[in-house]
Structures are given as structure tokens and as C-alpha cells.
């Protein structure tokens, strides 16, 4: 009981020194639990559409692509109607309907502009049918009754200022389908961003399916009483042989549209936990401080509470229950700032397109659980070494000023531990930039940035001393005897600066690490595009969807281009001469393609790999199976016979543009391979006529103006889309870093705050000794930048070297060019000199507040 009122009138007494810690872990706890509840959230809403929109049993072609698998001609697979009838006579059918449902389509209004979700949500066409109205409502209007009319939902008419009879227009591989807006329809559940347009059956079979009288699936519902498993069953029987055919309870699709979701929502939500444990490990800096530096305030304290009976346990225990209340406050307080944070990432995914209602909101019992554990747990764990210090106070230190002599000193036992441990991640890093392969290297690499990173933390007091000493000279000398009493303030205790930077080195660590790594893929994809791309434009979909046929032909008539290549790519399986057998892509490309892409051999002749039955293969797969220049591959076509193609050439896998692909001539697939079954375009090349570079680029964006889903980039656009792109995937990184630079920013106010109390008396004679307010601020705001720069001077540096180690693991994928961004570097270095001057002003202003004679008056 003697050591809980102790805690609790310390904690209290101390409650504004603690209040940075509790943000501390309130923010870190808050960035736990918000990707939880957020990817709970996500969940739970595609939980539930997959549900309602699945059928008590589903019956689809056995061929059937999945759910995020967009068929390679087009046209999903389709089953005749005559099956629907025998569904229908199943035992226990209560009625079978046929449905057509495809998303190799993309809507536009009236003026050709893109009406699906600009986050990746599919666009879906089909017919409407009894079944969904499981999931939505007709809310105005009526569904379509003919080829002219259709029927889309609620979001994207409100997102896109739609109405009853406006134009739409639905492109698909068999043609465009124009017709009016008849009807719009308002999902009952959340709708996650898909943007869907309704036709009448017939239209919809004929130009999505290009056949009458088939579906994609048939929608069975049950009788009352029959349960779906035996519903299942009893289709089954009623098909009889049922290789032809997939079947699947309510249950099971929901399963398989929550797989195809579940690995994309896992790698964001464990993404965004690593971040999370970042903030937390910047917090345990920061406690470590708080709790050293209360320690040493209070010396004289314990020192009597060892003096009047107080054992080394209870002192002990005493600073630890400081440190659970902290981690209860924080992690409390967390839990219901992760629920708002939650809150406001649905929000901001609703802003870009992605619809999450709060209705869905899903806050698992594991949840809080979770956060209130890592919270404390962090918490306490953080407290541990200076609560051991605590109980070692002797009662004689009850006789001494606040502070010990020991907390000045960095040990020489953690010096060599430091050294040791730096030496042995440079090892690790060194012996990664000199393996043979990515995946022996990576592990080499993983553990030298560990090891260095505990080295240099460990370090951290030792470099404080000579690298403080060396941004005095250069910074701090020019303020005259302000700069050197700040200096010498940031050497007074070395282990607080070094802990107090080593907050901020974390986060700039991987920020400069990230921006090596960055800079030189750009750099190595763009070295790599001038070498081997020869190309003028590109043509593609932004949304993996194919190139339609009539999008093709406008492409092909465009005035002023030399040629277009088609690119197509087909399933197959490989027979080897060795025997052996391989699911393998074939590249199926016009003879112009190797002039587009200019790609290096090291066997034959690529020009004779698009002859008659003629084929390329990559040098991997050729050293794999033993392949030379002459032999024949089986090649089975997925989509339609078997031929026997000769090896002409082998091409070289050191690249990472069309990296083992297999090239044949496209008339060579067209021999196998039906023209309905043949696969769409994924991708076209066309170039220009001499002197015509600019005429042509105009007429090609021209001529696919009625087409937004494609994009015309001649080199210039490919290589700033690259950049662009792995730009927005570094910003959103950077972003998700923040967090813990505001977690160290906090360490560095925390720790001036401190500072400053502790040296009140100091502050109170320097004062009275003529130091004036705007100097006493000053000296405080100079010490906070000194600290800030030394954090990112280390940062950045060990950042550098993770970087550049990277990039040579890189070097074996075939991205070779080391490139350090050197403006991001500089800035963000500058930048850390203005988040310490921010941090100080708070400190600084506070401690030039104080009164000098009360000040002075201080006990220790």
C-alpha cells in the first residue's frame, strides 16, 4: 500500500513531466489499433458483400477465372442455358436463374469520361436478376427492358451527376453498347467502390459473352428447409457428371472472394503494424529518458526513503507502477484515438473512392486487448533500467544534490559493446553487397541493419561527444558564448543526447534507406528503358484491363505510324526435351516487336524465334531444362491445341523488361489458338514515321479519346510514370514514417522540458549573472538543434549505408545504377534544424518565464 501511494503522489506530482511520454504511447498505441479496427473494418464490408451477393448455390464453367482474374480473350467462360433447366429440376430448387456477369468492361457517359472507381475497384456489367436483390434496390426507375436502355448504381450516378436517361456507354471486347440510363439501383450493403451497370439479358449475353443463350453462372435458390450443402448435392446429382462444372454453397463463394481480397488487406495491415512498431520502439527512447531524468531529480528523495527504511525492491517497484499508470493513461486514452483514427482513414477512403461506412465499424474485443498490453508492457519494459537505477540510490545521496555523477558517464563496457556491435552489422552489410544471390544477400543484409542500428544506439553517447563537438564548431561557434553554453549543455550528460537523438536517427534512418533504394530503381529503370526500348509509344490500360479489338483497329489507322505491334500472352503448358512438363506464359508479338524492345541473346537468332513454329525462351528456363538452340517444345495452348515449336533463339534473363518471356510470332498462336478464344492485346507498341514523332503522339491520344481506360505514353511519359509511381508508394511510406518523427520530436521537447527543470537553479544564477531571456531562449532553442542535427546526421548517414547495400542486392535483379538523392538528403538534414527549433519553443519559452529569485531558491 506504502509503495502505491508513493507511485500514485509521484505520478500526480510529476503528471505534466509524464504527459510527452503518455502522448508517446498514445499515439503509438493509436496507430495499432486503428489498422486493426481499419482492416477489421475492411473485412467485415467485404465480408458481408460477398455474402449477400453469393447465392445459396452457385454453378459457373469448371474453367471459370477467379474473382481478381480477368479472362485473357475477354469474354468470361459461359455455360448454355439448357442448364438452367436442369438446376431447376434439382431436388430442393426453388428457382434457378441464369445471370452473365463480366468486368472486362469500362463505362463512360456521354463524354467519354471514365466512370469506374479510380482506386482499382472493378467495373461490373451483367443482367439483372432476382439474385440481387440480396444486395440492392431499384431505387428510381426501372430495370432495362431492351438493348438501349441500363440500369447503374446509386454511388457512381451521385459520384458522376448521372440522372434518368443520360447517356452511357459500355465498352467491351465484342463492341460498345450505348444506351440511356432507364433505372439506378442503391446497394443495401456497403459498397467498397465498384462501379456496375445492368443490361437486359440479351444484350448482355450477346456483347459480353458474344453468344446467345449462355451465362457465366446460375443462381440457385433453396427450398425453405434445405440447407445449402444439401442443395449442393442435390444439383449435382440433377448435372450428373459435373467435370464440366463448379459448384459452390453461399459459404464457399464468399470464401473465395474474401481470399482474393484477404492477401492484399494482410500485406497493408501488416505494413502499417511495422510502422506502428517503429513509433513504439522511437517511444521507448523517449520513457527511458523521462524516467532517467525523474530518477536523477529525484536522488535526494529516494535517497531519504532509503534513509528511512525503504528497500531497493520497494524503490524499484515504486518507478514501476509510475510506468504502468503511464501505460495505462496512454494506452487508454490510445485505444479510443485508434477508433477515431479509424474512423478518419475510412473517411479519407471514402474522399478517393472507396466506400467504408461506419455502420461496419468492427471493434474485435482482441482490439483494445492488444493495445492496452503493448502499451503498458512497452511501457514498463522502457522503465525497467532506470527503476534498476532507482533502487541502487544510496541513503548517503540523500545528503548530495539531484543527480548522480554515474548518469553523466557513458561506460566503457557500453562503448566496446557498441563498437562490437557496429563492426558486426558493417560485416553484415558488407558480406551482403558481395553475395551471389538476392536471397542469400537479404539475409545478410537484414542482419547488418539491425545490428548496426543496436550498435549505433548503443554508441550513441560516445559519437555524442565528437560529433556534437564537431556541429559546435560549425554551428553552434557563430552564436558566440550562447552556442558554446548550448554546446556544452548537450555534452553535459551524453547518454540523455545520445538517447534523445537516437529517437529521430530511427525514423531518418529509413527514410534516407528508402530514397537510396527509390532513386535508384528510377535510376536503373530508366537507364534500362533507354538501352532497350526502341519503341515511340506505348499503348496500355492503367487497370489491367486488355485492349479492345475496336480500340486496337483505331490505333492501327492513325496517320503517320510506321508500324503497331501487337502483344498478346497466352497460357500454356511446356514439354521439355528433358520430359519434363511447365505452366509457362507465351509472349505471342508481331515480327516488329524486337525492334521495339531490343532484347540481348545468348543463343541464335530472335529474328527466326518469329518464323513459322518457331519460339524463344528465356536463359533461366533454358539452363533449367538443359533448352538449346534447335530443340523442340511441346507448347499444349490452354486455350487451344498443341503445337510443336523449335527453339530458334535463347535471350538473356539479366533484364527486367520482359524478363523470361517466351516469344512467338502471333500468326504462330493463331494457328493453335481459335480467333474467339485468342487473347486480347495486354499491351501495343507503335512507331512513328520519320520526321512524324509529334504529329503521330497528338493523333494517337486523338484517335483514343473515346477510350479513357487507355493511356498513349511515348518514352518521356513511361519513364515520369515510373517515377511518379514509385514516388506516390515512397510519400505514402514517408507518411507512415511521420509518426515516429513526431514520436522523437516529442523525445527531443521532453527532454529540453526536463532539462530545463532540472537545471532551474542553474538557470536562476545564469540569470542573475546577466544572461538575458531572449539568450537563456536561445542557448535552449540551439541545444535542441544541436541534438536534432546530431540525430540526423546519424540517421541519415546509417540510412545511406543501408540504402546503398540494398541497391547492390538490387544489382543482381538487374538494377544496377546507384543513385543518392542528394537534395532529399540536404533537405531533410536542413529540415531536422527546424523540427529541433520547433521543439525547443516550448522549453525555451517556459524556462525564460522563470523567476530568477525563485529560481535560484530551488533545492536541486
Not at 547518454?495 to 534507406?513: F, K, P
Not at 528508402?514 to 533507354?530: F, P, Q
Not at 530545463?756 to 539568450?775: D, H, P
Request: hydrophobic share 45%; aromatic share 6%.
Amino acid at each position: 500500500m506504502t509503495v502505491w501511494k508513493t507511485s500514485m503522489r509521484n505520478f500526480l506530482a510529476h503528471k505534466g513531466r509524464m504527459a510527452l511520454s503518455a502522448i508517446a504511447v498514445l499515439l503509438s498505441v493509436a496507430f495499432v489499433c486503428g489498422t486493426l479496427v481499419f482492416t477489421d473494418t475492411m473485412n467485415t464490408t467485404f465480408d458481408k458483400l460477398f455474402a449477400v451477393t453469393s447465392a445459396d448455390v452457385t454453378v459457373s464453367p469448371k474453367k471459370a477465372t477467379s474473382v481478381d482474374d480477368l479472362p485473357e480473350n475477354g469474354k468470361p467462360e459461359a455455360l448454355p442455358e439448357s442448364v438452367v433447366a436442369e438446376v431447376a429440376g434439382a431436388e430442393g430448387v426453388k428457382k434457378a436463374e441464369g445471370a452473365v456477369t463480366s468486368m472486362s468492361v469500362t463505362l463512360v457517359d456521354s463524354r467519354d469520361k471514365n466512370l469506374g472507381s479510380d482506386t482499382g475497384a472493378p467495373t461490373i456489367a451483367g443482367n439483372w436478376t432476382g439474385n440481387d436483390l440480396r444486395s440492392m434496390e431499384i431505387t428510381s426507375g426501372h430495370a432495362p427492358r431492351g438493348p438501349t436502355e441500363a440500369m447503374i448504381d446509386a454511388d457512381t450516378a451521385e459520384k458522376h451527376h448521372l440522372k434518368i436517361g443520360d447517356e452511357v456507354r459500355t465498352i467491351a471486347v465484342t463492341g460498345d453498347i450505348r444506351s440511356r440510363i432507364s433505372g439506378i439501383a442503391s446497394f443495401t450493403v456497403t459498397n467498397p467502390g465498384a462501379a456496375v451497370v445492368y443490361l437486359d439479358t440479351a444484350t448482355a449475353q450477346q456483347k459480353l459473352l458474344g453468344a446467345p443463350g449462355v451465362f457465366t453462372h446460375i443462381s440457385v435458390t433453396a427450398e425453405p428447409g434445405v440447407s445449402d450443402t444439401l442443395l449442393k448435392k442435390n444439383v449435382a446429382t440433377a448435372l450428373g457428371d459435373t467435370a464440366s462444372y463448379k459448384l459452390r454453397t453461399q459459404e464457399e463463394a464468399a470464401a473465395d472472394g474474401k481470399d482474393s481480397m484477404g492477401s492484399f488487406l494482410d500485406v497493408m495491415k501488416y505494413a502499417m503494424l511495422g510502422f506502428a512498431g517503429i513509433a513504439f520502439l522511437v517511444g521507448i527512447f523517449l520513457i527511458v529518458n523521462t524516467f532517467s531524468m525523474l530518477v536523477a531529480q529525484r536522488t535526494r528523495e529516494i535517497g531519504l526513503m532509503r534513509a528511512i527504511g525503504s528497500s531497493r525492491k520497494q524503490v524499484n517497484r515504486s518507478v514501476l507502477v509510475e510506468a504502468v499508470l503511464l501505460g495505462v493513461v496512454g494506452s487508454v486514452l490510445g485505444v479510443g484515438a485508434g477508433i477515431g483514427l479509424a474512423v478518419g482513414l475510412m473517411k479519407l477512403m471514402g474522399a478517393v473512392g472507396m466506400e467504408l461506412s461506419t455502420r461496419d465499424l468492427t471493434i474485435a474485443w482482441t482490439t483494445p486487448a492488444i493495445g492496452l498490453a503493448l502499451g503498458i508492457v512497452v511501457t514498463v519494459l522502457a522503465a525497467y533500467v532506470p527503476a534498476r537505477r532507482a533502487g541502487k540510490v544510496s541513503p548517503m545521496a540523500a545528503l548530495r544534490d539531484a543527480g548522480t555523477p554515474a548518469d553523466a558517464r557513458s561506460g566503457w563496457v557500453r562503448a566496446a559493446l557498441g563498437l562490437v556491435l557496429t563492426g558486426a552489422g558493417a560485416a553484415g552489410l558488407w558480406t551482403a553487397t558481395r553475395a551471389d544471390e538476392a536471397s542469400e544477400g537479404s539475409l545478410y543484409l537484414g542482419l547488418g541493419v539491425v545490428l548496426s542500428l543496436i550498435g549505433f544506439i548503443v554508441i550513441g553517447p560516445l559519437l555524442a561527444g565528437v560529433v556534437v563537438r564537431v556541429l559546435g564548431a560549425v554551428v553552434l561557434r557563430l552564436f558566440g558564448p550562447v552556442g558554446r553554453l548550448a554546446e556544452r549543455n548537450a555534452l553535459r550528460n551524453p547518454r540523455r543526447t545520445g538517447a534523445t537523438a537516437a529517437a529521430l536517427m530511427i525514423g531518418l534512418a529509413l527514410v534516407a534507406c528508402l530514397s537510396v533504394v527509390g532513386s535508384s530503381m528510377v535510376a536503373s529503370a530508366t537507364d534500362e528503358l533507354d538501352k532497350s526500348v526502341g519503341t515511340d509509344f506505348i499503348v496500355q490500360s492503367n487497370t489491367g484491363q486488355l485492349i479492345v479489338p475496336q480500340a486496337a483497329q483505331a490505333i492501327e489507322k492513325v496517320p503517320g505510324i510506321e508500324h503497331v505491334t501487337d502483344y498478346r500472352v497466352l497460357s500454356a503448358t511446356f514439354t521439355n526435351p528433358d520430359g519434363s512438363t511447365a505452366d509457362e506464359q507465351v509472349t505471342a508479338a508481331d515480327p516488329t516487336y524486337p525492334r521495339d524492345l531490343r532484347r540481348k541473346t545468348t543463343a541464335g537468332d530472335l529474328a527466326k524465334a518469329y518464323g513459322a513454329d518457331s519460339m524463344s525462351v528465356g536463359s533461366d528456363y533454358a539452363a533449367l531444362h538443359g533448352i538449346e538452340v534447335g530443340d523442340d517444345i511441346t507448347v499444349a495452348f490452354k486455350a487451344g491445341d498443341t503445337a510443336k515449336l523449335k527453339v530458334a533463339a535463347i535471350t538473356s534473363d539479366d533484364t527486367n523488361v520482359d524478363r523470361g518471356a517466351n516469344y512467338t510470332n502471333v500468326t504462330t498462336a493463331e494457328r493453335y489458338v481459335d480467333a474467339d478464344s485468342m487473347p486480347k492485346n495486354m499491351i501495343m507498341f507503335a512507331s512513328a514515321e520519320d520526321g512524324k514523332e509529334k504529329e503521330a503522339y497528338a493523333a494517337l491520344k486523338s484517335s483514343l479519346a473515346a477510350y479513357p481506360q487507355y493511356k498513349v505514353q511515348n518514352q518521356a511519359d513511361f519513364k515520369e510514370d515510373l517515377k511518379d509511381q514509385i514516388g506516390q508508394l515512397l510519400n505514402i511510406v514517408y507518411g507512415l514514417l511521420a509518426l515516429a518523427i513526431i514520436v522523437a520530436v516529442l523525445g527531443v521537447v521532453n527532454t529540453l522540458a526536463l532539462s530545463v527543470v532540472e537545471r532551474t537553479r542553474e538557470i536562476g544564477l545564469m540569470r542573475a549573472i546577466g544572461l538575458s531571456r531572449r539568450q537563456l531562449r536561445r542557448m535552449i532553442r540551439l541545444e535542441s538543434v544541436v541534438i536534432a542535427l546530431f540525430g540526423a546526421l546519424l540517421g541519415l548517414g546509417l540510412g545511406m549505408g543501408w540504402g546503398t547495400s540494398a541497391q547492390k542486392l538490387l544489382a543482381l535483379e538487374g538494377l544496377e545504377v546507384l543513385e543518392i538523392p542528394w537534395p532529399t538528403i540536404v533537405t531533410v538534414f536542413v529540415a531536422s534544424a527546424f523540427v529541433g527549433l520547433f521543439a525547443a519553443l516550448v522549453p525555451a519559452f517556459r524556462a525564460g518565464r522563470m523567476n530568477v529569485l525563485n529560481a535560484i531558491a530551488t533545492d536541486g
